[in-house]
């Protein structure tokens, strides 16, 4: 596992994405989630991106806070029109 301290830039390159801020903003805009799918169970994470994601939510460790904020951006479309 990367040592690296736990930032967005640092999750995108851990899970083998490209991490320019652009390039991070696009994923996120590109892929939104419904609000009832957990974000390591979404599709378009290889088996080794969510088996990464859950271990770090499930043992809270330092990457947990960073997961859950990718978490809270990919179902952003998903909260704003549950408050239309």
Avoid at 18 to 41: G, K, V
Avoid at 45 to 72: M, T, Y
Wanted: charged share 20%; glycine share 2%; net charge negative.
């Amino acid at each position: 596992m990367n040592s690296a301290d736990p930032t967005m830039t640092n999750l995108f390159l851990q899970l083998g994405l490209d991490a320019e801020p652009e390039t991070i903003a696009e994923f996120i805009q590109s892929h939104q989630l419904p609000a009832d799918t957990l974000i390591a169970d979404a599709s378009f994470w290889s088996d080794a991106q969510r088996q990464f994601i859950a271990e770090q939510i499930k043992a809270d460790a330092p990457w947990a806070l960073i997961v859950d904020q990718l978490n809270e951006a990919l179902h952003a479309d998903a909260v704003a029109a549950s408050q239309s």
